[in-house]
């Protein structure tokens, strides 16, 4: 079983900054991909960054440029460094662990981002 605990949510003003964290804890081996997805009020979930066990990382459009996706293996740990916020980006943001080995998926339970003057 693997567990995924995010943090480093809050309110911030448009044009800061948030970073959001990820701890994976568990049976994690064989190696695994690690997204950012987020979902508004009234809209489905959306993938917001995925980082793969090789470091490659891949953005949405609505977010590239201004997010920046890292991993620290060491850690178990998934980052998601915000700038630039605009009010668009209010929604809660989840973290997802794909194990490699057999594509399972496991999800945190997500942690809140608004951005608001």
């Known amino acids: 079983q693997v567990q995924l605990v995010e943090s480093g949510g809050g309110l911030v003003q448009p044009g800061g900054s948030l970073r959001l964290s990820c701890a994976a804890s568990g049976s994690i081996f064989g190696g695994d991909t690690r997204a950012w997805y987020r979902q508004a009020p009234g809209k489905q979930r959306e993938l917001v960054a995925t980082i793969t066990d090789t470091d490659i990382p891949v953005y949405a459009g609505s977010v590239k440029g201004r997010f920046t996706i890292s991993r620290d293996n060491a850690k178990n740990t998934v980052y998601l460094q915000m700038n630039s916020l605009k009010p668009e980006d209010t929604a809660v943001y989840y973290c997802?662990?794909?194990?490699?080995?057999?594509?399972?998926?496991?999800w945190g339970r997500g942690t809140q981002v608004t951005v608001s003057s």
């Open positions: 997802k662990l794909t194990m490699v080995h057999n594509s399972r998926d496991y």
